[in-house]
Each structure stands twice: as structure tokens, then as C-alpha cells.
């Protein structure tokens, strides 16, 4: 069984600034990219940044310059450090992590998780 929990959403004041974690445990046997995605309402669900193993990033138009995504892979931790936040970017961010697992004591399976979101809300 894998988990992904966020933390770090909140309410925040135009150009301020929130950082959000995402903390992956259980049987892990390898994390893979890990990402961000954010859904607001009556919108889809859209990547905003990702990062791989290796620590190569990705990032959407809308946040670059102003987000920042890291990871920690001792503690397979991701994280998402924004900036000069906007109305626009309050949503519901969702954590996404593609992990192989320990399924038995030898064998291991790969699968898609996703955290229970975290509610960004930037308004004055």
C-alpha cells in the first residue's frame, strides 16, 4: 500500500507565496516522476510542474519564473515552492507520483498515485 499526503495549501494575498509538500510512503520500492497538477473549478485538471528522478523539470507557461519544483528523494518528498501567486492559480493541487512497488516480498508492480489535493485559495 502507497500514500501520497500533501500539506502547505492555504489562503494567500496576491504576490505572496505558499510552498506545498507531498510525502510518498509505504511499500516503495523506486519512485519515478513525481508532479503537480491543479484542478479549479468548472476547469480541467492541468500539469503544472514535474520533475523526474533525475532532477529534470518541467514546468506549464502559466508558472514559470514564478514556481518551483524540487524533490527530496531519501525522504520521496516533492515540492512546490510558488511565488507571486495570482488569483488564477487557486485550485485544488494535486500531487501525482509514478512508483514502482513492493507487491510481494519479491516482486514489484508500477502504478500511477495521486494525493487527496490541497486547496490554494489566493485572494485580497
Request: positive net charge; proline residues 2%; aromatic residues 8%.
Amino acid at each position: 500500500q502507497v500514500q501520497l499526503v500533501e500539506s502547505g495549501g492555504g489562503l494567500v494575498q496576491p504576490g505572496g507565496s505558499l510552498r506545498l509538500s507531498c510525502a510518498a510512503s509505504g511499500s516503495i520500492f523506486r519512485v519515478n516522476a513525481m508532479g503537480w497538477f491543479r484542478q479549479a473549478p468548472g476547469k480541467q485538471r492541468e500539469l503544472v510542474a514535474a520533475i523526474t528522478s533525475g532532477g529534470s523539470t518541467n514546468y506549464a507557461d502559466s508558472v514559470k519564473g514564478r514556481f518551483t519544483i524540487s524533490r527530496d528523494n531519501a525522504k520521496n518528498t516533492v515540492y512546490l515552492q510558488m511565488n507571486s501567486l495570482k488569483p488564477e492559480d487557486t485550485a485544488v493541487y494535486l500531487c501525482n507520483a509514478d512508483i514502482l512497488y513492493r507487491k510481494t516480498w519479491s516482486e514489484t508492480s508500477r502504478r500511477d498515485y495521486w494525493g487527496q489535493g490541497t486547496q490554494v485559495t489566493v485572494s485580497s
